[in-house]
């Protein structure tokens, strides 16, 4: 379906790997969808530039301020019609967001599909807040720039004990599970391919529904929905890191009832009583330190 050239072009990994410059990564992109091209494979997307933050497409060196691989904010170099054609799609790791806003305005200026194609670094100290920060970076993800496509990265590693916040699973001879396992498997077999990404409001203050004045580098969404493509499902992702409950009135919603899993300190998306639906609303409790996977259908 896609390809990209190489896997975090900037960086040297201790597999084959190649470190591009520019100019050599957007040569031998335009090189390569000739060549696929001109063997049948046009209908395979050539991706990128999949580097390991944002700003690789805005910078190749911050510090002196040296265009990267799109050519800067805006993705300038996009206006070379040979290297726009030969970007298919944008793809990007998300291991450092500071350049938000020059990107938003490239993927504005460019409109492409886009993938987020690779996190898993949480930010916390436990189990709990990393599963919480994942759910809130991966919903920023979707919100704040305008990704289709959201892939976990490090699925296993070798442990004796619960795998730290950058793995799903540990173990050696026997898997062991971390929360973020359990809220991501419950989030993605409920939501599928060709779901639509729909954003959220609300009054409360202390929740995130969009990048607003928050640090760029770190930028969380604690609200957004998933919506199937007949709009018969709605899945509203919604979590709580403040020491307060909340009661969200959430609307839009279609069917009679909400059935929602909810993630804390002792659970990890444990089903809860239904919620009835009227008018097209229902209102959910959002405990404290709380992750709630609300599916109303």
């Not at 799109?70 to 070379?80: E, M």
Request: net charge negative; aromatic share 12%; charged share 10%.
């Amino acid at each position: 379906m896609a390809v990209s050239i190489q896997n975090e072009p900037g960086h040297v990994a201790a597999y084959s790997s190649a470190d591009y410059s520019v100019a050599q990564w957007q040569r031998v992109i335009i090189a390569a969808r000739a060549s696929f091209n001109a063997n049948g494979l046009s209908a395979v997307t050539l991706f990128g530039p999949e580097t390991g933050t944002f700003a690789g497409a805005i910078w190749s060196d911050p510090y002196t301020q040296t265009t990267g691989y799109l050519g800067g904010g805006g993705f300038p170099a996009l206006a070379s019609s040979s290297l726009n054609k030969a970007v298919g799609a944008y793809a990007f790791h998300a291991y450092g967001e500071c350049e938000l806003v020059r990107v938003g305005a490239g993927m504005k200026a460019y409109p492409k599909d886009a993938w987020m194609t690779e996190f898993s670094a949480p930010q916390g100290t436990t189990e709990l807040e990393w599963t919480l920060d994942t759910y809130r970076a991966l919903a920023a993800h979707f919100v704040v720039l305008p990704f289709n496509y959201w892939a976990w990265w490090l699925g296993w590693a070798s442990s004796s004990t619960a795998p730290d916040g950058g793995a799903l699973l540990g173990g050696n001879t026997s898997p062991i599970y971390s929360k973020r396992y359990w809220a991501l498997k419950q989030l993605w077999t409920t939501v599928r391919p060709g779901w639509y990404v729909t954003p959220m409001t609300t009054t409360d203050p202390n929740l995130q529904v969009g990048a607003g004045n928050q640090d760029p580098c770190t930028a969380r969404v604690d609200l957004v929905a998933f919506t199937s493509p007949d709009h018969a499902t709605v899945a509203v992702l919604m979590t709580n890191t403040t020491a307060s409950q909340k009661v969200l009135a959430i609307s839009g919603l279609p069917g009679t009832s909400v059935v929602a899993y909810r993630t804390d300190a002792g659970d990890d998306m444990a089903q809860q009583g239904a919620v009835p639906i009227k008018s097209g609303t229902a209102n959910i409790v959002l405990p404290p330190n709380t992750a709630i996977l609300a599916v109303a259908h």
